[in-house]
């Protein structure tokens, strides 16, 4: 690169008051000053091309954080999207849904199993504050620490000491991705049978009625051939009375 400024080799003319050895020892001097000026100046020009470049290279970096941050905040919009969706799912279904981390802990109840157990936003410390029987809360949780998947019906302990009977499914869950110290837990879902049962008595319930209704129609069909022929009998009495035959049979 060609120097901004070149200082022009000064001409000495022989000062009156300085002799000859001077001057020249002078002229010198200038010509290295000269010379470092110059070099100073190329030197200076190429630090303004060296920061030139640099900063081109930085636009260039920026315009690729800005597409790197535009694309970030577009999947966390969609993460966001696509996690709101699956709440608003999860709180739309009409069973109860628990999920539990490996030491047993409950992390995330929808509403269906909040209202239904009287939990309301706050979650129970363990999950075997939930089952009127521990050994249950055990299995299920055994079970899906073994991946196996435990289908059972059990009773569930609302926050108010009330007992529901309900039929669970226990689905282990697999461990965070590229994390192996993480515990995987597992996903309850079960469904209130209190009505089930109430609607299956009352199913068994007008069985018997039927049964019975069928078996008095049956003792009403019986007894009334026999009464039948008494009845015809009776109404002959009055005008038969008289033979003796038929008084007889």
């Known amino acids: 690169a060609s120097p901004l400024y070149a200082a022009p080799t000064p001409v000495m003319e022989p000062l009156p008051h300085l002799s000859p050895e001077e001057a020249g020892l002078l002229a010198k ?13 190329t030197a200076h020009q190429r630090l303004q091309d060296q920061i030139k470049v640099l900063m081109e290279e930085l636009e260039i970096k920026n315009q690729q954080l800005q597409r790197v941050n535009r694309e970030l905040a577009r999947k966390m919009n969609e993460e966001e999207e696509i996690r709101d969706f699956l709440d608003r799912l999860i709180d739309s279904m009409e069973s109860g ?58 009773r569930l302990l609302t926050r108010g000491g009330k007992n529901l009977l309900v039929r669970y499914t226990a689905v282990p869950l697999e461990g965070t991705a590229g994390k192996s110290d993480t515990a995987p837990g597992s996903l309850i879902v079960f469904e209130d049978l209190s009505e089930v049962r109430l609607l299956e008595e009352k199913v068994r319930r007008a069985n018997r009625l039927a049964a019975l209704g069928e078996l008095a129609a049956g003792v009403a069909h019986e007894l009334r051939n026999p009464l039948a022929t008494m009845r015809g009998f009776l109404q002959l009495l009055p005008s038969e009375y008289e033979d003796p035959g038929f008084r007889e049979e």
Do not use: C, Q
């Open 29 to 41: 001097h200038f010509e290295v000053f000269s010379e470092t000026t110059n070099k100073l100046v």
């Open 97 to 154: 849904l628990i999920a539990v981390d490996g030491e047993g802990h409950p992390t995330r109840m929808n509403r269906y199993a909040s209202h239904l157990l009287e939990w309301g936003s706050d979650l129970p410390g363990n999950l075997a504050v939930l089952f009127e029987d521990p050994i249950e809360s055990e299995k299920a949780l055994k079970d899906t620490s073994d991946s196996r998947t435990r289908k059972s019906e059990t």
